[in-house]
């Protein structure tokens, strides 16, 4: 879903066209943008760049042409593209596009609180139980767009059923911001709750009081906290070091990098944790309606309705539990 970049207020379930960018005055040419990466490829082989900075480079440019046309990374810029080509080459064939929001831990079938890989949310959980992560970048106020994974799966399947015989493109948010919005408090709390009920242990077994998770609501705020906590003491280290030889070499390096990936972190993340648009669902909610209608008991074997979810017992009693024991 996220593939609209930054935008707020209502995002419509409406396809992108060949061309459409999402800044004002650019028009992009997808061709163009694959010989540009051809052309920097060859420039780069025929300067016998190293395959470290052969990455380094095509990176920056993904992020430098992602940015150009309004998108804030890779992820979603090649997202958009992706379906700007289904829809022009699709001919007469029915295409189907699912956005989902941030996918979460299953929540009925076929495995409660199971889920394949970490995601934003899980990976700030897991950082928070470990007591590795304190606080992050986020408006606690700000809108959690989150979808249980089996209902994403559900969506695909009744979508595909209903459009096999149309020669049409169809959009769906696969979403609950606007149906059934959750808090980024409500996450938490819930987490909080969670290990006051059920705390992690320490090394030799005693419980582990863990704190609310500190919440940043700006860029700017989270940026001037890092640069005081961390940023200052690594420049003491750093002179320290030099007076000393270079006898702190090693740690200095090794808490550079850290601190240089924890910025990154923060910008990767930004656009999702301060996100505030809310996505429309109306095509869904005709799709839920329409199986209610035609299909005896298809909404209970394939639910995809998040009104229907509690989401302060969905996060404790299903995705936290989860995450523990599949992720950690």
Known sequence: AYVCGEQEGLILEKPFMMGDTLREGTHLDIESELNLIKHTQMELKANCATDKAQRKTMKELG????????WPNTYVFTKAMGEMLLGHLRGDLPVVIIRPSIITSILK???PGWMEGVRTIDSVFLGYAKQALKFFLVDPNTIMDVIPGDMVVNSMMVAMLAHSGEQAQTIYHVTSSMSNPASYMTLRESAHRYFVDNPPRGENGEPIRLN????????????????????LPLEILHLVNIGLCGVFSGRYNELSGKYRLAMHLIELYAPYTLFKGRFDDMNLEKLRKAME???DGGEYYFDFDPKKID??????MVHFPGVLKYLA
């Open 109 to 111: 079938e076929p495995l």
């Open 293 to 295: 209608q035609n299909s």
């Open 212 to 231: 609310k998770m500190r919440f940043f609501s700006t860029v700017a705020r989270l940026r001037m906290y890092m640069v005081i906590k961390y940023k």
């Open 311 to 316: 989401w302060d017992d969905y996060f404790y």
């Open 63 to 70: 992020l430098k042409r992602a940015r150009r046309f309004g």
